[in-house]
């Protein structure tokens, strides 16, 4: 299982979880979700409920990712499939994200 932590703004948002390769789960952090100030991390993940879960590593992270060759030369120098999006996204969306949000291998998973 690999888990990663979801910022807003430097702000824990929440924790997202790859179980295998078709589970996925995004759970909001309980006190972000129970403040009415924190707005949603995307409108794909409103907070409406507290989980989310989905056989796809959900759109708004695939987004994240680098395409085409960036890809390719982002996975052959972290030594990363190309195929594996989560373990690219733990590994590039760390710092210098288009956005205010970033993801971060929890601290287990280092």
């Not at 690999?2 to 702000?11: H, I």
């Not at 409406?48 to 056989?55: G, L």
């Not at 987004?63 to 190309?82: F, H, Y």
Request: aromatic share 10%.
């Amino acid at each position: 299982m690999k888990v990663a932590l979801v910022y807003n703004n430097g702000v824990l948002a929440g924790r997202l979880t790859q179980a295998d390769q078709q589970e996925y789960t995004f759970r909001y952090d309980d006190a972000y979700f129970l403040n009415p100030i924190k707005p949603a991390i995307s409108l794909t993940l409103p907070k409406e409920k507290q989980e989310y879960k989905s056989p796809v590593l959900f759109p708004f992270f695939f987004n994240m990712l680098a395409e085409g060759v960036n890809k390719r030369l982002q996975s052959r120098q972290l030594q990363v499939d190309e195929n594996d999006s989560f373990s690219l996204l733990l590994n590039t969306a760390g710092t210098d994200t288009i956005g205010a949000i970033t993801v971060k291998p929890a601290p287990d998973e280092r």
